[in-house]
Nanobody, 123 residues
Framework: QVQLVESGGGLVQAGGSLSLSCVAS????????MGWFRQAPGKEREFVAS???????NYADSVKGRFTISRDNAKNTVYLQMNSLKPEDTAVYYC?????????????????WGQGTQVTVSS
């Protein structure tokens, strides 16, 4: 069983930056595919970014060029660096882990989820 704990959320003004972290425990992190999703009030959970265990990254069009996903296998941690934040980025951000992979921009391949961290961008 893999446990995921996110941190780094908060309140920031539009144009600012935040860095989220997600620490994994209980599994072989280096063999997990990792993803970040977000969910705004009244909306479905949506894909933000993913990184495979080999380091291949993918981003939602809405964050491409502004967000960067990375991982540090020595620290069992995946990061999401968020720059040029917009009010529409406001949401609860979730970290997720997939053992077997698949289309990582969908929810279905992910076996484990964190509890989420709130990101609020003021205008």
């Amino acid at each position: 069983q893999v446990q995921l704990v996110e941190s780094g959320g908060g309140l920031v003004q539009a144009g600012g930056s935040l860095s989220l972290s997600c620490v994994a425990s209980g599994g072989t992190f280096s063999r997990l595919h990792m993803g970040w999703f977000r969910q705004a009030p009244g909306k479905e959970r949506e894909f933000v970014a993913s990184i495979t265990w080999t380091g291949t990254t993918n981003y939602a069009d809405s964050v491409k060029g502004r967000f960067t996903i990375s991982r540090d296998n020595a620290k069992n941690t995946v990061y999401l660096q968020m720059n040029s934040l917009k009010p529409e980025d406001t949401a609860v951000y979730y970290c997720a882990a997939s053992r077997s992979g698949g289309i990582l921009s969908y929810v279905y391949p992910y076996d484990y989820w964190g509890q989420g961290t709130q990101v609020t961008v003021s205008s």
